[in-house]
């Protein structure tokens, strides 16, 4: 079982120190071992100006077994995968030690996306892209910044506008829009019903 | 030669001796648990003795004791050396795959790298000197003294250091490279203060993987620098019990080879052998490369086989098998051969015509199979010497005497487990003294061995060398009526003393009887795997007339008296050594141990 109180305490660190870190973290009201957290994208990237939703699960061997962390915002980043939202990072996986938390782990990916390792890819695609044709690249990665990582953006008001021509309610299409971190087509596949 | 065999024999009369008449057999084990399972004695001498005597023996079989003592040995040398102790040479060693000398230079060569590498500090830092300290684990505070760390001083509780320590032994062997959980530490973490700190179960399990990695790590190294070690080399090799599937029994017996010092066979104390170089199981006669031709072919064709059998015919001249998947029966066969034939009666094209009914019905097909004379399996024995029936035969073969070893070996553990526990009842024997059967039967087990890969050898033997394949054909059938009595003898005439209702009065004859044979076969087994080695040299040396320098060499074969009234030196140089003392003569021609009283040898007529 997951060590509760280690989490506890990690929450109320994270709480003090959220405001210089620009990064939100938060338990699931029924489960604490079930978080969100928010990155701000890394200035001069092409992440600059995103906000990047992130689902963490732990396991139960938690602080001994690192945490699971996955991209709901779309990413185009090497070590990210851009279907799923997998990441390829060290200290999530054999580097892991129960001295690290939650914190060091959200600062060590917002250093990601500074600075990815194409050599150890998470998606091929992408890092194929970045090895050959960086221009591209960054152009990429920056449109889908703008497109899936600014919740506020004209962008998103214009998916809102669609959505709700679509004939779903306002405030239903934008907290939806938001939780799937700006994608359009998971955000209707989610307001339609089942 | 004469010497090597005069040398073989010899160790053969002396295991003879052992095993009948000595109390100290293996079935005295007082290892209650093993006796159960191991065919060979937990005594290495005897073991080795069992299992080597074809030749001079350049392994040896480690347990695990064996191997803990190595490896503690080579702990102690290095903590001596470099004056650390135990624990720090024992990560030392681990880091570089327990090679002494590899420490040694790294060590000596940049001290303060090796330890900055293998996280190893020069000066151990307590625990920061204060009342209570916060877990870096939990956040939780504590009391100084129940908190632990590594020689870096950096402070976790006791519950986080075994949830720790707990979580990196059950992921692995990775676990012998424990570091301090502080990220930007590395400091390693040394055996005590794992078993310490872990559970028993998971002490237990670290206890395996640091002995494994003595083992595993070993050999890596040594193979990646085979180029480089040129005397005594060894490595170590867990035997490969779990790929045999027929034998239950799996044990970590490592094995310590010494390269250069003859055959590649090694047997582990399971009895399980194998070949040190290409980790088949063993193959004496045949060589590497040979066997793992024929398991590729094996694998290949087996499932090949059928279908071809099914659905081919082979060229009438080349025997080539050939496929008819469209068109008409008239054949021509690819080049080099270009044989024109009809696919129904396989005859030459050029006999057809309007005469045989016309070019697409053929009437002599249609009429001799009327007739009864094209039997579709009388045709195929016409064709035996095509080449895929060639090698089903001999594969048939191969694979029949592969089964009857394995059954041979079923028979054996079921003969050490039942079987003998009863005979020794029923005879009035101490089991001791029924260590003859057991020979006997490793000696089946052996033999089918041996004449499985005769198979392949023979398959591989050119075809027009038609003077060696005589040879070889008529040592290979020699072999296998040997090796039949011995089995019949094992099997069917022990039967006869299991289901009696007391002692019988010919017991002591039926151990001579079966004791003979056994030892009269191995000798056998043992020049005829010699002269396979040998290419069959001999032939070349007498030329077309190879029978009675083939036999010669073989010595003692037959109880038949075929081959052993030849005077081979190599049986006559053993036949005095082998009376003792209980009034037993040995058969100077084919070992046989024979009663005192007798004066001819009852298992090859020969006069004393």
């Given at each position: ?194 | ?19 009948f008449y000595s109390g100290e057999t293996a079935m005295d084990s007082d290892d209650g648990d093993a006796a159960d399972y191991e065919f060979i004695d937990n005594d290495s001498d005897d073991s080795n003795d069992l299992v080597s005597h074809r030749s001079q023996q350049n392994y040896t079989i480690l347990n695990e004791t064996d191997i803990q003592l190595r490896q503690e040995d080579d702990i102690t040398k290095i903590a001596s050396i470099l004056s650390i ?524």
């Amino acid at each position: 079982m997951a060590n509760v109180s280690r989490i506890h305490r990690e929450l109320m660190q994270f709480s003090k120190d959220q405001s210089i870190l620009g990064m939100s973290l938060m338990a699931d009201d029924d489960d604490v071992r079930h978080l969100t957290a928010t990155i701000p994208g890394p200035t001069s990237t092409p992440y600059d100006g995103g906000i990047f939703h992130l689902d963490i699960t732990l396991p139960d061997g938690y602080p001994f077994d690192p945490p699971k962390m996955r991209f709901t915002t779309k990413v185009w980043h090497p070590n990210i995968s851009s279907q799923t939202g997998a990441i390829c990072l060290d200290i999530l996986k054999n580097n892991w030690s129960p001295a690290l938390n939650l914190k060091t782990a959200l600062i060590s990916l917002q250093a990601l996306l500074s600075s990815p390792e194409p050599n150890d890819p998470q998606d091929a695609v992408v890092a194929k892209q970045y090895l050959g044709d960086y221009a591209t690249f960054v152009a990429t990665a920056r449109r889908w910044t703008e497109d899936f990582a600014k919740a506020s953006s004209a962008n998103f008001s214009g998916k809102v506008h669609k959505l709700v021509e679509m004939g779903f309610p306002e405030a239903l299409v934008k907290k939806t829009l938001e939780a799937v971190g700006g994608d359009e087509n998971m955000a209707l596949e989610r307001l339609c019903p089942k | 030669m004469d010497s090597e065999d005069d040398m073989h024999d010899a160790n053969d009369a002396e295991s003879v001796d052992d095993d009948f008449y000595s109390g100290e057999t293996a079935m005295d084990s007082d290892d209650g648990d093993a006796a159960d399972y191991e065919f060979i004695d937990n005594d290495s001498d005897d073991s080795n003795d069992l299992v080597s005597h074809r030749s001079q023996q350049n392994y040896t079989i480690l347990n695990e004791t064996d191997i803990q003592l190595r490896q503690e040995d080579d702990i102690t040398k290095i903590a001596s050396i470099l004056s650390i102790s135990n624990v720090a040479a024992a990560i030392l060693l681990r880091h570089y795959n327990w090679s002494v000398s590899k420490v040694n230079d790294e060590w000596f060569a940049d001290e303060e790298k090796v330890r900055r590498v293998v996280g190893l500090l020069e000066e151990p830092r307590p625990l920061p000197n204060a009342k209570e300290l916060t877990c870096g684990i939990c956040f939780e505070v504590y009391p100084n003294d129940s908190m632990r760390s590594a020689a870096c001083g950096h402070p976790f509780c006791v519950t986080c250091w075994q949830g720790y320590i707990s979580t990196s032994i059950n992921d692995g062997p990775g676990c012998l490279t424990l570091r301090c959980p502080d990220p930007s530490c590395g400091a390693a973490v040394g055996k005590d203060m794992v078993v310490s700190l872990a559970s028993h179960d998971d002490r237990e399990k670290y206890r395996r993987y640091f002995l494994r990695s003595f083992v595993e790590d070993n050999r890596k190294v040594i193979v990646l620098s085979f180029n480089f070690l040129i005397i005594d080399l060894r490595f170590f090799f867990i035997s490969p019990l779990i790929q045999n599937g027929v034998l239950l029994l799996v044990v970590d017996y490592a094995v310590d080879f010494i390269v250069g010092g003859g055959t590649f066979d090694v047997t582990c104390r399971c009895s399980y052998s194998f070949c040190w170089n290409c980790t088949e199981e063993a193959h004496r006669p045949v060589d590497c490369d040979t066997v793992s031709k024929w398991i590729m072919k094996n694998s290949a064709e087996s499932e090949n086989m059928n279908w071809i059998l099914a659905n081919s015919k082979p060229c009438p001249k080349c025997k080539r098998p050939i496929e008819k998947n469209q068109g008409c029966m008239h054949i021509t066969c690819t080049p080099p051969c270009k044989f024109e034939f009809c696919w129904l009666c396989l005859g030459a094209w050029s006999d057809h015509g309007e005469r045989t009914g016309g070019f697409y019905a053929c009437n002599r097909y249609e009429a001799a199979k009327q007739e009864g004379v094209y039997d579709d399996t009388e045709k195929r024995r016409e064709m035996a010497k095509n080449s895929l029936e060639r090698y089903t035969h001999y594969y048939e073969r191969w694979a029949t005497n592969q089964s009857s070893r394995q059954k041979a070996l079923a028979d054996l553990q079921q003969m050490q487990s039942v079987h003998l526990e009863k005979l020794s009842d029923k005879q009035c024997q101490p089991e001791s003294q029924l260590k003859f059967i057991t020979e006997a039967w490793l000696q089946i087990v052996e033999c089918r061995r041996v004449l499985k890969w005769t198979y392949a050898y023979g398959y591989y033997l050119p075809e027009h060398e038609h003077a060696k394949r005589q040879f070889f054909e008529y040592l290979q059938g020699e072999a296998e009526s040997g090796l039949e009595r011995l089995h019949q003898c094992a099997e069917k005439e022990l039967q006869g003393y299991l289901n009696v209702e007391g002692p019988s009065k010919d017991f002591n004859e039926f151990r001579m009887k079966l004791a003979g044979l056994t030892s009269v076969t191995r000798n056998y087994f043992e020049n005829l795997v010699r002269a396979l080695e040998n290419g069959l040299s001999d032939v070349d040396a007498h030329g077309g007339t190879s029978r009675t320098g083939g036999s010669r060499s073989l010595g003692a074969g037959s109880s038949k008296g075929r081959t052993s009234r030849s005077k081979g030196t190599a049986s006559r140089s053993s036949g005095s050594r082998n009376i003792d003392d209980s009034g037993h003569w040995s058969c100077e021609y084919c070992t046989f141990a024979n009663a005192k009283s007798a004066t001819v040898c009852q298992m090859c007529q020969q006069r004393r």
